[in-house]
């Protein structure tokens, strides 16, 4: 990553935790991604994923959660 990804990165984590949001698509919306509220079937996850689509297995699945505090 460049240092300028890596700096992206890092406020879109801050704002996840700070704001206890998850980034969600929205077609009704000019930009198409906003954020909403965390809810509990979210768990760690930083995205809305949908109901209706499998979630995917090992390192893709991982690069979905928050990475624990601190790393």
Known sequence: MSPRQAAD???FERRIRRDDVVLTY????ELGFTYRPRRPEDGCMVLDW???VPLPTGEKRAALDLPPEGT
Request: charged letters at 50%; hydrophobic letters at 20%.
């Open 9 to 11: 990165a890092a406020r």
């Open 50 to 52: 949908p109901r209706d």
């Open 26 to 29: 929205d077609p009704e919306s």
